[in-house]
């Protein structure tokens, strides 16, 4: 019943987005980690900024809208994204993008890979790293338990998380391992939801 009903709002972006902004007090964490570890608005106009799994484009808001590119598997995603956001769209599979070769200077991953198999993981972060220059950044956000016993709502909301592949920091550090070097690693929280944090180059 309750996967049923979220089914149901996830194929419903504006839905969807009101639940997700609900339960992570307005991606106040997730903003915060994108300015402190992209610093998008510094050198406007020079660099790139890919949003692989971008979804509604609930995050292309952060980035200066003529130099971020959103791409999403999910086609009525990235249709309500390019009508109501700022920024360039795309529907691509995460395996093989249609993206110039060291076309970007950074690049984010919210709350994608958990949704993956291994197999596909290594693919799409084998194209990151083609479609990003040299010493370019990229940001990971993956959705973890929450450390916190007593964050009770959080533990439920993981319980019901659509992604069926929650891994540990030493399996998504493996998987990013062959073409990414970490700089940073923690947590985070935001309402409800915690996250990892991976900064790799």
């Known amino acids: 019943m309750i996967e049923t009903t979220l089914d149901t709002l996830s194929a419903q972006p504006q839905a969807w987005n009101a639940l997700r902004w609900l339960v992570e007090a307005g991606f106040r964490g997730e903003k915060a980690v994108i300015e402190r570890e992209l610093m998008p608005w510094r050198d ?13 484009g609930e995050f292309a808001p952060c980035f200066p809208a003529a130099h971020y590119t959103g791409v999403d598997l999910a ?7 390019a009508r109501n956001r ?9 395996e093989s993008l249609g993206l110039r070769t060291g076309a970007f200077d950074a690049a ?45 709502a959080g533990h439920a909301m993981h319980w019901l998380d659509r992604g069926g592949f929650i891994r540990s920091n030493a399996d998504y550090r493996a998987l990013m391992a062959p073409h990414f070097v970490p700089r940073r690693e923690y947590t985070m929280r935001s309402g409800i939801c915690d996250y990892a944090v991976y900064v790799m180059e």
Do not use: Q
């Open 86 to 94: 700022s920024g360039g769209y795309g529907v691509m599979n995460g």
């Open 44 to 56: 406007v106009g020079v660099r790139e900024f890919l949003d692989f799994g971008c979804g509604t």
């Open 75 to 81: 086609a009525h995603y990235v249709r309500w994204a």
């Open 108 to 152: 984010l991953v919210l709350g994608v890979f958990h949704h993956l198999p291994d197999d596909v993981v290594c693919s799409a972060v084998a194209e990151l790293r083609r479609v990003l220059k040299p010493g370019a950044t990229l940001l990971v956000m993956e959705d973890i338990a929450p450390p916190d016993v007593w964050n009770v």
